[in-house]
Structure formats: C-alpha cells, structure tokens
C-alpha cells in the first residue's frame, strides 16, 4: 500500500467498518452512525481502496467479512479504542469502569463482587454489561468494555487473559425430560438428542462428545434467552456450566450435572496497552473473592 494510500485513511473509516462489522448489514450500520447508506457504502469502498484489500464479501445475501475483512477488524478496533482511550485520558474524563460478560457474569461471584467493588472504590462506578459476542464487548468499535469475563478458550488478537477459575459442567433439560430424573449424566446420555448450540457466545460444540457417542441433530440460538427458552420448550437440551444454573433458573428447565465433561475455564481478559486506570484493582478483586471462594 502506497503512502498516499495510507494517508487517506481515517478514524471514520475505521468507525464505519466496525459498526459494519458489528451490525452484520449496511443499512443497520448506517441507522447507528447517523449517516445514510449510501454514505456508510461510500467510506467502505474509500476505505477498501486505499487497503488495496476487499473487507466486505458482497456476493452473497447476507453481509459477511472476508478473510482479510475479519484479521482487520481485529486490528481497527485496538486503534479505535487506543485513540478513545488517549482522548480519555487526555481530558482526564471521570467514566464507569466496564465489565463485560456474554452469559451468567461471573456466577456466584458476581454479586460478592458488585458490592465489594461499591465498598472499596466508590470514587469508580462499576457497569456489568452483557454483550452477545465472543469477547463480551472487548473489541467493539464503538463504547467497548474494559474488563470481561470470558468461558471457553480466548484466541483472538490483542488480548491479555489470565484464569480466573473453574466451573463444573451440567446439562440443561426440558423440565418433562425423562432424563431430568437422573443424579447426574453422562455425554453419552445425550448423544441421542438435539443439543441447542448458541455459537455467538457460547461454548459447547459438538467436539465436547468424543468421536463415537457424538450428537447428530442440533439447534442454532443466538443467545441464552433463545437458549433457554428453546430447552424450556423441549425443542432441544444444552450443556453449560453451573453459572448459567445459578444465575438463569428458570421453571421449565432442570440442571443435571454431567460427570465426564471437562471443567470450563473462566478467564478475565483485558486488552493489550493502557486502559482504565482501575482495571488492575478490579482484576485483583475478582481472583481474591474467586479465591475466597473456592477456599
């Protein structure tokens, strides 16, 4: 790419190509930016040409990245929230510390944890968000969170984690299941069944059941709500870990534990460089009540 190229390029490029990426469509992107949809395609094409790259695949009907388009995203959002997080600190702005999480927070630890952040640092207010993507908002263009609270393993760019703890896993059944009677269940015991799969933010797939008693049939949701109600319906049975059973009870669903599964790691991650000043504090509190608690 040519200097000239480079030089063409701005912060609003990089701001419509995120709220492009986010919002999954054009015209969605447009509505959350202000603009109009002609002038959100113009950005992207300006932007495109001087990358030399195409980052939006628009052969198909429904918007999706190219190759190149998602290891860009990646990229322009640690920009975006590198510049925010300069200006920020240059006007010395006073603003609420962000933990994101995509589903049960951080379990039994989320209230302990709430209250004690209120006690101990009030001259910083704590905002628990829940964010439908994989890294819970850390990569968002626009308002991305500090701190999340992420399950499963963590592999995208310019993130620092580090292990919080353990959770044991359970399966979530309709509550007319003949299978909800059991003390507990094998995977083998489901491998006859749909299992509702939430591959936004969750963290179960089908490589969790060994080769020989792997599920055949499954139902796509996008959310623990979907997740839950379809389970509640009978549509379909989950595997979660006991977070989701602490913090989402629900009438028409019984949680079983599930004796074979692994243990799914929780991690606390953060992104890489200066961020808000009260990260490192939040991060030491979470591993000492995790750490009370697991005591």
Not at 85 to 110: E, K, M, N
Not at 126 to 154: F, M, Q
Not at 159 to 177: G, N
Request: with cysteine.
């Amino acid at each position: 790419m040519s200097r000239d190229r480079e030089r063409t390029i701005e912060l609003r490029h990089l701001r419509c190509f995120l709220a492009i990426a986010e919002e999954g469509a054009v015209t969605r992107a447009a509505q959350r930016l202000g603009l109009t949809q002609p002038a959100v395609s113009r950005t992207l094409a300006a932007l495109e040409h001087a990358l030399g790259v195409r980052l939006v695949d628009r052969s198909t009907h429904h918007l999706a990245l190219t190759p190149e388009g998602e290891a860009f995203r990646a990229k322009a959002a640690v920009a975006v929230t590198a510049f925010e997080d300069a200006l920020a600190a240059a006007r010395a702005v006073r603003r609420p510390l962000r933990l994101g999480h995509a589903w049960s927070a951080a379990g039994d630890f989320t209230t302990p944890l709430l209250r004690r952040w209120r006690r101990t640092r009030p001259d910083v207010p704590l905002e628990l968000l829940r964010i439908d993507d994989r890294t819970a908002g850390l990569l968002r263009g626009t308002d991305p969170v500090d701190v999340a609270l992420l399950r499963g393993p963590v592999d995208a760019p310019g993130l620092v984690t580090e292990l919080l703890h353990h959770e044991t896993r359970v399966a979530a059944l309709p509550a007319d299941s003949p299978l909800s009677d059991r003390p507990a269940l094998t995977l083998a015991d489901l491998r006859g069944e749909i299992i509702a799969l939430n591959t936004v933010s969750g963290t179960t797939t089908l490589a969790l059941w060994p080769p020989e008693a792997r599920p055949t049939r499954t139902l796509t949701v996008a959310n623990t709500d979907d997740w839950l109600a379809a389970i509640a319906a009978g549509q379909a049975v989950g595997i979660t870990s006991t977070a989701t059973q602490r913090m989402h009870p629900h009438p028409g669903v019984v949680y079983v534990p599930v004796t074979d599964a692994p243990p799914l790691p929780v991690h606390l991650a953060r992104r890489e460089g200066p961020g808000h000043p009260a990260t490192a504090d939040l991060i030491a509190l979470a591993h000492e009540i995790a750490g009370a608690g697991q005591g």
